[in-house]
């Protein structure tokens, strides 16, 4: 998900009073749309004005609209191309379009950053949250020290360190910087939450979960899978099964299949970050049972693929892509995709299985292979999203 970058005072630093003022409040009280309004009408007198901008910038990517904000702190940059919170903003913004793998772009910006301002700690945290996301923790780890160094009474600067010490598993350090950081601002809900984590891990689960139930309080937003699971796994350790498996339960949509799907989760989360692995080969086994059955097993076996691949190719999507398929498909650039990823697709399988001699008059071979052609091409249709999805498409 998009976020302004961690550490920022609002967009464009600091400002006077006045509307930019208001837009500024209405920020920091999650009033987007408000602040938006405020923004635009205000660069309808003073279309120049690079802080009004960039606040819509920001209010644009709390909204949930990336490639706009983005677009919006693209044009304050040809502008000002030294504007340090332009670049930080900018920075956090690309990552927030692709978390798996962020853009290159994301790294140069925040680099360019720091070496503006070498001296102020805020770079540093929104390069340190860069390198994490690229998994180069120890420099990311590096940064981190040197924000809180530069800026000891910066939250961020002890947050961020906390993020990067949990990802090379020093617990106790962790623990001390979120501590730290809640010591500078007691009302940031992610360092709480952090500090519920390292708790966990340190096999202090009363404490943290005091601290997580802090972080929700102060933040109703945070995502729900990830509360539910640290919650859970605190009442493991506090050996509260039956409290563990309720959360899971809590979390769930309803329907008739809840309790089913909280039960698997429950003994799922027993294998921690392994859990994954041992799903798929539960599945494996599961669709090998399945293939045994005579007669009608090749084909719920393809159904159950094809299934399983369509419901993950649209959470995908809808995570990543910002909407669920149907909606994405009204773009003509990912609807023209996509119907030329089914022809391709379709005809690349069925000539492959062609040309090694099978004969596809067999009725069961007819709906297997268009079971793998429809895989390919949902398949395709992640990467035509992907493609679209891209900054580069960003710059209209």
């Not at 937003?221 to 859970?232: F, I, K, W």
């Not at 159950?304 to 892509?321: A, D, E, H, S």
């Not at 268009?370 to 035509?384: E, N, Q, W």
Request: hydrophobic share 45%; glycine share 8%; charged share 20%.
């Amino acid at each position: 998900m998009t976020r302004p970058f961690r550490g920022a005072p609002g967009a464009g630093g600091e400002l006077a009073g006045g509307p930019l003022q208001r837009a500024r409040l209405a920020l920091m009280s999650n009033q987007p749309a408000v602040a938006e309004d405020i923004c635009r009408r205000r660069l309808e007198k003073r279309p120049d004005e690079a802080p009004t901008r960039l606040m819509l910038a920001q209010a644009l990517i709390q909204m949930q609209r990336p490639r706009e904000g983005i677009a919006e702190t693209r044009r304050v940059l040809d502008q000002q191309p030294n504007n340090v919170d332009a670049l930080m903003l900018l920075s956090s913004a690309l990552m927030g379009t692709n978390q798996i793998n962020p853009p290159k772009e994301a790294l140069a910006t925040a680099q360019r950053a720091v070496q503006l301002q070498p001296k102020m700690g805020r770079p540093h945290v929104q390069l340190a949250e860069v390198l994490l996301m690229q998994r180069q923790f120890d420099q990311a780890r590096e940064e981190a020290d040197e924000a809180v160094r530069l800026e000891p009474k910066l939250a961020a600067a002890h947050m961020i360190k906390g993020m990067a010490l949990m990802n090379t598993k020093d617990y106790e350090g962790a623990a001390q910087s979120f501590q730290s950081a809640i010591r500078q601002d007691r009302t940031m809900a992610p360092a709480h939450f952090g500090l519920a984590q390292a708790l966990s891990e340190l096999r202090r689960p009363d404490e943290a979960l005091e601290s997580v139930n802090k972080a929700q309080q102060l933040n109703q937003n945070l995502p729900a899978g990830q509360v539910t699971q640290l919650r859970a796994q605190i009442y493991r350790k506090q050996r509260k099964y039956n409290l563990a498996y309720n959360e899971y339960v809590a979390a769930g949509r309803g329907g008739r299949f809840a309790r089913i799907s909280a039960a698997i989760s429950f003994a799922l989360s027993f294998f921690g970050r392994a859990a994954p692995f041992v799903l798929l080969a539960v599945l494996l086994v599961v669709l090998f049972g399945v293939s045994r059955i005579p007669v009608a097993g090749g084909v719920l076996l393809d159904i159950i693929v094809v299934v399983l691949l369509g419901f993950g190719i649209w959470q995908v999507t809808k995570q990543y892509g910002g909407a669920p398929p149907p909606l994405l498909l009204r773009d003509p650039r990912v609807l023209a995709a996509t119907v030329g990823g089914v022809v391709v697709s379709l005809a690349l399988v069925f000539g492959l299985f062609a040309y090694l001699g099978h004969h596809p008059h067999q009725p069961d071979y007819w709906f297997t292979t268009l079971s793998f052609g429809l895989a390919a091409a949902l398949a395709l249709i992640v990467a035509a999203l992907a493609l679209s999805f891209t900054p580069r498409s960003t710059n209209t």
